[in-house]
């Protein structure tokens, strides 16, 4: 069964980083393509940052510059580096994992921009 499971959320200040990390379980890592996605409140979600099996990567153009998105085959993990953060960038940010019609959520972990 697969598995997706965030760390790393927390209070930010403007202008610093955290790091966002997904262990995935249940999948063949390697072959799918992930992301990371978020959702602040009132608004849709949005794709952020995705790495393909290959390591393409695509980034929205609020994050390009400031966020780095990487993946692991050993660890089978995501990560989200987010420096120079921003309060707009406050939202529930939410791993994902895609193969064809195979589509995989994690829970979500909270990021809080504030001063």
């Known amino acids: 069964q697969a598995q997706l499971v965030e760390s790393g959320g927390g209070l930010g200040q403007p202008g610093g980083s955290l790091r966002l990390s997904c262990a995935a379980s249940g999948i063949t890592f390697s072959i799918y393509t992930m992301g990371w996605y978020r959702q602040a409140p009132g608004k849709q979600r949005e794709l952020v940052a995705r790495i393909s099996s290959t390591g393409s990567i695509n980034y929205i153009d609020s994050v390009k510059g400031r966020f780095t998105i990487s993946r692991d085959t050993v660890k089978r993990t995501v990560d989200l580096q987010m420096n120079s953060l921003k309060p707009e960038d406050t939202a529930a940010y939410y791993c994902?994992?895609?193969?064809?019609?195979?589509?995989?959520w994690g829970q979500g972990t909270q990021v809080t921009v504030s001063s």
């Open positions: 994902n994992a895609v193969l064809g019609t195979r589509n995989f």
